[in-house]
Antibody, heavy 124, light 107 residues
Framework: DVQLLESGGDLVQPGGSLRLSCAAS????????MNWVRQAPGTGLEWVSA????????YYADSVKGRFTLSRDNSKNTVYLQMNSLRAEDTAVYFC?????????????????WGPGTLVTVSS | EIVLTQSPATLSLSPGERATLSCRAS??????LAWYQQKPGQAPRLLIF???NRATGIPARFSGSGSGTDFTLTISSLEPEDFAVYFC?????????FGGGTKVEIK
């Protein structure tokens, strides 16, 4: 079975940093693009960042560009989201999602597997 | 940025009834549109990808249609477990975007 498990969420002060990890199993990790999607409390879904299978295409939402960095280690079946200069509006549950179903080779697609999410709270 | 507008915001129906959910894009997304179901406290689940393709394990009562800017998710006969929030998502262009969601609630 495909499994994704996020970790690293925490309470952090504005301006602080966090690194989220997503450990994957049950599929050939190095063959699939991975994305992060977040959901602020009581609201809808917001795409955050995408990385293709070999890591040479990476995209960011404007709201996080310059502050967040996405990377992957295919030897560890893990994707990382480094979040710096955190703001109150970054408070959300962060989901790691595997691209499947419809997709292209640049990191875009629909998400056929999701992790349970990890909560990031930015507050003083 | 492609804006996806979902309607209605809330749909109040009874089990056994047909549900029709709409997603309209601000510009053409070809057929690159997906639908997800989300229940409280859970991650979303992929139902339909590329407008009309059911994801693995999704019951046949869920169907999707449309192309360009207008898309529909139909649930032919609501089961108790179908009452949830539904989101559409486009993968046609960056940034990837989601609709605001439609809540299907029990009448």
């Amino acid at each position: 079975d495909v499994q994704l498990l996020e970790s690293g969420g925490d309470l952090v002060q504005p301006g602080g940093s966090l690194r989220l990890s997503c450990a994957a199993s049950g599929f050939t990790f190095s063959s699939y693009s991975m994305n992060w999607v977040r959901q602020a409390p009581g609201t809808g879904l917001e795409w955050v960042s995408a990385i293709n299978a070999n890591g040479n295409y990476i995209y960011y939402a404007d709201s996080v560009k310059g502050r967040f960095t996405l990377s992957r280690d295919n030897s560890k079946n893990t994707v990382y989201l480094q979040m710096n200069s955190l703001r109150a509006e970054d408070t959300a549950v962060y989901f790691c999602a595997k691209v499947g179903g419809g997709f292209n080779s640049y990191g875009s697609g629909s998400y056929d597997a999701w992790g349970p999410g990890t909560l990031v709270t930015v507050s003083s | 940025e492609i804006v996806l507008t979902q309607s209605p915001a809330t749909l109040s129906l009874s089990p056994g009834e047909r549900a029709t959910l709409s997603c309209r894009a601000s510009q053409s997304v070809s057929n690159y549109l997906a639908w997800y179901q989300q229940k409280p406290g859970q991650a979303p689940r992929l139902l339909i990808f590329d407008s009309s393709n059911r994801a693995t394990g999704i019951p046949a009562r869920f169907s999707g249609s449309g192309s360009g800017t207008d898309f529909t998710l139909t649930i032919s006969s609501l089961e108790p477990e179908d009452f949830a929030v539904y989101f559409c998502q486009q993968r046609s262009d960056w940034p990837l975007t989601f609709g605001g969601g439609t809540k299907v609630e029990i009448k």
